[in-house]
């Protein structure tokens, strides 16, 4: 059973539904009520930047189109001040004791109150027009939902190669990872919300969940090219490229990504 610790005491913030008054200047017709789920391990170097950015998108969100937004940080058994930080930054906490990202995921989703949801990893830099972006596009009620491209920026020209050419691939094949992924809370129901037994492309696998669920009900999802966000490249910036090459590899991660053992080094403290 998961446990929800409340945000500390801190400054006003659009978190945690906060209401602002619609505008009768905005440029939405609707205003939002949004949950930004953000799952959490080990991830107390890079989640206040993380949860920074957030909270510039949900502002600029708010002060255009009124409403509410909620940002919720699902902390997997962090052996570090994750929860902390969380908290500190506004977010409400909550602990998930069984390990996986698609558990804090699913963990995070049941205990959101928004009618959309927006799946944020703890190490991804979303711009501040990127809830903007989001909220326009569910504007067309056709629209399930769906993920924003990625923004990669490695040190190793190598790595920017291989990410470069990864990312050409996803296009061909009509998937989209994970590091900002989203849709309406009655979508995520529907399509039955991320594989828990998936250690690793478990985001992939909703992407294509949710274009099933649209094609078998004549709607759609969206991928949001701009504007991007920008994940971290720890792991293409520190691992050798053998390393790289075996745990990003598609047939690799497709065959055993149900296995725990194998995935123990993705989540490793090297990288966190």
């Known amino acids: 059973m998961a446990e929800i610790v409340a945000p500390a005491p801190r400054r006003a913030t659009p978190h945690s539904l906060a209401h602002v008054p619609h505008s009768s200047a905005s440029r ?23 949860l920074e950015a957030i909270e510039a998108a949900a502002t600029r969100l708010l002060d255009r189109a009124g409403g509410s937004v909620e940002m919720i940080v699902v902390d997997n058994n ?7 930080v969380a908290l500190m930054q506004g977010a409400t906490v ?19 109150n928004g009618e959309v949801l927006v799946f944020v990893d703890a190490d991804v830099i979303v711009p501040p027009s990127l809830l903007e972006a989001i909220h326009s596009v569910l504007g067309d009620p056709a629209c399930l939902g769906g993920a924003v491209d990625v923004d990669y920026r490695p040190r190793r020209r190598f790595a920017r190669l291989y990410l470069r050419a990864w990312r050409r691939l996803a296009e061909l094949a009509g998937m989209a990872q994970g590091a900002t992924q989203f849709c309406r809370a009655s979508a995520f129901e529907e ?23 649209a094609r078998d009900t004549g ?20 691992w050798p490229l053998w390393r790289v090459l075996i745990w990003t590899n598609p047939l690799f991660i497709a065959l055993l990504r149900r296995r725990k053992a194998v995935w123990t080094g993705w989540y490793a403290r090297e990288v966190r």
């Open 191 to 213: 399509a039955g919300g991320y594989d828990e037994q998936a250690w690793i492309g478990e985001d992939v696998d909703f992407f294509w969940s949710l274009k099933r669920l």
């Open 78 to 84: 962090s052996g570090d001040r994750t929860a902390a």
């Open 28 to 50: 939405y017709a609707d205003p939002v009520r949004l949950s930004i789920i953000v799952p959490a391990y080990n991830e107390e170097a890079w989640l206040a930047a993380t």
């Open 219 to 238: 709607r759609k999802v969206a991928l949001i090219r701009q504007p991007r966000v920008a994940p971290s490249t720890r792991r293409f910036d520190k």
């Open 94 to 112: 909550i602990h998930e004791p069984v390990q996986g990202i698609a558990r804090s995921r699913n963990a995070g989703a049941r205990h959101a």
